[in-house]
């Protein structure tokens, strides 16, 4: 029992401070500053890029670009991953796994190599 009234006097205490401050904020925005918050600023040729085919330069060297949109570029499945596998600093061939001249290509997220005649295995080694 003595927990319990111990409990209220601290809830009461805890509320006469707090009407007492003279400062008090609200956990919610009025609502034209909450729209602000959620409002995507977009740029003054926005329009444009819309219906223009997606570009390199544009959408992903210029800013950070998505997977999407670098499938809107590449138009292949391949070349976009050879794309995003360097693009985001993936890229297993950049350790040049290929033995004996062999040459490293991206087949979904993995590698593969091509190797030259006389060679074969995984990574032509043999």
């Known amino acids: 029992m003595e927990s319990s009234s111990s409990l209220v006097m601290f809830v009461l205490l805890m509320c006469s401070i707090n009407s007492s401050y003279p400062y008090s904020y609200s956990v919610f925005m009025r609502k034209d500053a909450a729209h602000e918050v959620l ?9 444009l890029e819309e219906i223009r085919p997606g570009n390199l ?47 490293c290509k991206i087949r979904r997220y993995n590698y593969f190599c091509i190797c030259p ?10």
Request: hydrophobic residues 20%.
């Open 39 to 47: 409002r995507v600023h977009k740029r003054a040729n926005y329009f």
């Open 57 to 103: 330069e544009r959408e992903c060297n210029e800013e950070k670009c998505s997977f999407e949109e670098a499938k809107e570029i590449f138009h292949s499945q391949e070349k976009t991953m050879e794309f995003w596998f360097n693009y985001k600093g993936l890229n297993p061939c950049t350790t040049n796994p290929c033995k004996n001249g062999g040459v």
């Open 117 to 126: 005649p006389k060679f074969g295995g995984d990574n032509c080694e043999k």
